[in-house]
């Protein structure tokens, strides 16, 4: 972001995580997110943490188009501070 503060973050993610690839793997998180310092959600598809299966894949890929209008609307605000402001 151009004109962020030091104490706020100056980036913003789609983040898909997984673990456990090799053994019994498993979808950890699908957010948007902050980056540091913050780290605030700004949505977040999965709870906690689930078992990787065909039928769980098949729901977060239908809401991604959610997710990426989340970013999209979250770049437009330009920052953090605007949605503290709100």
Known sequence: MKESRPDLPDNVALLVS????HKAPSLVDADVCWGHPSGY???SFLPACVEFS???LEDLVKRLPELF???K???R???LLSLMDE
């Open 73 to 75: 609307q979250a770049i």
């Open 41 to 43: 959600i700004e949505a």
């Open 69 to 71: 209008t989340i970013l």
């Open 77 to 79: 605000r330009g920052g």
């Open 54 to 56: 065909r039928d769980h």
């Open 18 to 21: 997984l673990k456990h690839l």
